[in-house]
């Protein structure tokens, strides 16, 4: 299918390289979208392919993906709004907030993945996910995985729980309203948590998550990843991640759905200071522990307040390709979303084909 919206003259290899990108994934996938800002201005919005699974519906300007772990930074700034609204304390215990939490954590330490509760030692249904307080009671009476603040590595299925938690029991809102009211609906920002009936129509079935995927994206990984990963079950299952109830519940650690140019533009109102005041982002993108191996992925890491950080900015990916981030050094943010499962090399060759038209050396 033809490649829709718009680069900036300036920009036209990453066209290209957008429209080879859909190419190399049309043989069974969905499609893709990405968006950049520069120096303060949109200068691309690209999105082609196939919205479902049966390939009949087109991918549309505002079809909605589940970019996987894309999503946490979404949660980590809510409850960073009421850090920078005095009423919640980064280094006050998750106990003060959230009474029985039972790893003595404290709110820094949930919000840069140092708390420890990544797993839950007793099998947990699927349903689970689609019950807030049902989760959060298993992730309250769990142990950690170490001692809080020892070590750090990436809660991949509860960190939204977690900080979702505490902004509900602070400010009353679930994270989904919050997020909308507080984050996304005044920077129109198509990004939610939970979605409703209309936003789920636009939603882009997820394709390529088979056993192999599954089994190339562990290897390699600390045992801690299949325990992190695979408690409650379905989260890489397209049976579930494409149903009506996975997209109507509120699992933030992975089950954001947006678009590209909401993904983008996320970092760019991050960037100009209208998300976060200037010395709370700069906080939150400051390393929160020593760079070393993430205890359950198993790569060499430096976590902010729910964002990696690296020497050049920052950012989150996803399982799957997707990812959004902010080069400081550069100037500019990104966003990548796709629906055809696979690695990072997508965005990797977006991003140099950028970096080359902005005349910037390739990040090392």
Request: net charge negative; charged share 20%; hydrophobic share 40%.
């Amino acid at each position: 299918m033809d490649v829709q919206g718009f680069a900036d003259a300036r920009f036209a290899p990453v066209r290209d390289c957008f429209t080879g990108i859909l190419g190399q994934q049309s043989g069974s996938g969905t499609g893709a979208a990405f968006a950049a800002w520069c120096d303060g201005e949109p200068v691309v919005d690209l999105w082609g392919g196939y919205g479902d699974c049966g390939r009949s519906r087109a991918w549309q300007a505002d079809s909605l993906v589940q970019p996987y772990s894309v999503s946490k930074p979404f949660a980590a700034v809510c409850a960073l709004r009421l850090v920078q609204a005095g009423r919640l304390d980064l280094d006050a215990p998750v106990r003060r907030y959230w009474p029985g939490f039972r790893a003595p954590a404290t709110v820094r330490h949930v919000l840069s993945h140092q708390a420890g509760v990544v797993v839950l030692d007793r099998p947990a249904p699927t349903e689970a996910f689609y019950d807030w307080d049902r989760l959060c009671g298993l992730l309250a009476a769990q142990e950690p995985s170490w001692p809080p603040g020892t070590a750090h590595g990436e809660s991949a299925l509860f960190y939204g729980h977690l900080v979702g938690e505490l902004v509900r029991r602070v400010d009353g809102r679930g994270l989904g309203r919050f997020l909308r009211e507080e984050v996304c609906g005044p920077s129109g920002l198509d990004f939610a948590f939970g979605l409703s009936p209309a936003e789920q129509a636009r939603a882009v079935d997820l394709t390529g998550l088979d056993d192999a995927f599954r089994a190339a994206n562990a290897e390699g990984r600390p045992e801690l990843y299949r325990r992190a990963t695979g408690n409650p079950p379905g989260a890489q299952d397209p049976g579930v991640v494409n149903g009506a109830r996975w997209r109507a519940a509120e699992v933030p650690a992975v089950n954001g759905h947006g678009t590209a140019r909401a993904v983008a533009g996320f970092y760019h109102a991050l960037a100009a200071g209208r998300v976060l005041r200037p010395e709370m982002l700069a906080e939150a993108v400051a390393p929160q522990a020593s760079r070393g191996p993430d205890r359950v992925f198993g790569d060499d890491k430096a976590w902010g307040l729910g964002f990696g950080i690296d020497d050049g900015g920052y950012g989150m990916g996803g399982v799957g390709g997707s990812y959004g981030g902010t080069s400081t050094a550069g100037g500019y943010s990104i966003g990548f979303v796709t629906g055809t499962a696979g690695g990072h090399d997508r965005v990797d060759a977006l991003e140099a084909a950028l970096r080359d038209c902005l005349g910037l050396p390739p990040v090392s």
